[in-house]
């Protein structure tokens, strides 16, 4: 359980609400960063959408050291996650609030890699919430099996989490160099210094979430229409993940594969990516 005290969970969150669009937008960054991974597409996005933008309990901007509970969070699912989102919008009324004006009372959430996966749960468990899903480079298993490719095998995945638990902060630049377009060092310089920011052991453990857990399950259960966002060379999420998505989500779910290399197209390719929001969503930027 994670204790607040008097701040409220939008407040520990670092919760903001910008933009002056009729529609609502959530965007949820993944594993190591913040809310500021978003800094290049806002612009384009404030004239059309009222946004959303926040940090997870396990960032490196989050002050408050109670707000990740290592036992809530260490379940290798992210359910938990997906709890503390609805409880966050449910808090802040955010749809009901900025979406007073459009004639839909639920949001675009667009996902970033782990937040890809927790915007599928919590759809499933509140359809009422998001009118579509934008999964960028998500993934809902990284772990190879017979029948299924997620771009990693258990042992690569365990030396992974052994190198994080023993030689963090190392691990941090290498994985943010490797995770990024080489042609573009002030990107991964930026993520590699939020990743660092993270405490260790909470690394760790969202870390052992994130490659350990298995939410293939939860796709077929998705009935919020999905776009997938995929970069053509994504160490951590290959193309087939994405298509593997595309196969299992019961809604309609489409595509969209961008031409550069990386899992951080809204660092390393931001207009590009804004382009295949614009065409997805239907605005003009």
Same mark, same amino acid.
């Given at each position: ?22 529609? &609502? ?10 809310? &500021? ?6 612009? +384009? *996005? ?18 408050? @050291? ?31 609030? &900025? ?5 839909? =009372? &639920? ?7 782990? =937040? ?10 509140? @359809?009422?919430?998001?009118?579509? *899903? ?20 258990? =042992?690569?995945? #365990? ?9 963090? +902060? ?18 991964? #310089? ?87 929001? =614009? ?7």
């Amino acid at each position: 359980m994670v204790v607040l005290g008097k701040k409220s969970l939008s407040e520990s969150m670092n919760a903001r609400v910008i933009g002056s669009g009729t529609e &609502s937008m959530i965007l949820a960054h993944g594993y190591g960063g913040d809310q &500021s991974v978003w800094d290049k597409l806002i612009p +384009y *996005l404030t004239n059309h959408f009222t946004l959303l933008v926040f940090d997870w309990p396990f960032s490196g901007a989050i002050k408050d @050291p109670n707000l990740f509970d290592l036992e809530n969070y260490s379940n290798l699912s992210y359910d938990a996650f997906a709890d503390v989102l609805i409880n966050l919008l449910d808090e802040i009324k955010f749809n009901s609030s &900025s979406s007073s004006s459009s004639s839909s =009372s &639920s949001s675009v959430f667009v996902g970033h890699s782990m =937040s890809g996966m927790i915007g599928c749960i919590a759809s499933v468990k509140r @359809p009422d919430l998001f009118n579509r *899903l934008i999964l960028v480079a998500a993934s809902p298993r990284y772990i190879n099996t017979e029948d299924y490719e997620g771009g990693l095998n258990k =042992s690569e995945v #365990d030396n992974i989490i052994e190198t994080i638990g023993t030689n963090f +902060y190392d691990w941090a630049e290498k994985f943010a160099s490797l995770a990024m377009d080489a042609k573009d060092p002030p990107s991964a #310089d930026k993520f590699a210094q939020s990743l660092q920011r993270m405490r260790p052991e909470i690394a760790l453990s969202v870390a052992k979430t994130v490659f350990y857990c298995d939410e293939r399950e939860v796709l077929e259960k998705v009935v919020t229409p999905c776009t997938i966002v995929q970069t053509n060379s994504d160490i951590v999420a290959p193309n087939s993940v994405a298509y593997y998505m595309q196969a299992k989500i019961k809604a309609d779910a489409t595509v969209e594969i961008i031409d550069t290399f990386g899992h951080f197209p809204h660092l390393t390719a931001h207009l590009q990516l804004i382009q295949v929001l =614009s065409r997805v969503l239907g605005f003009q930027y």
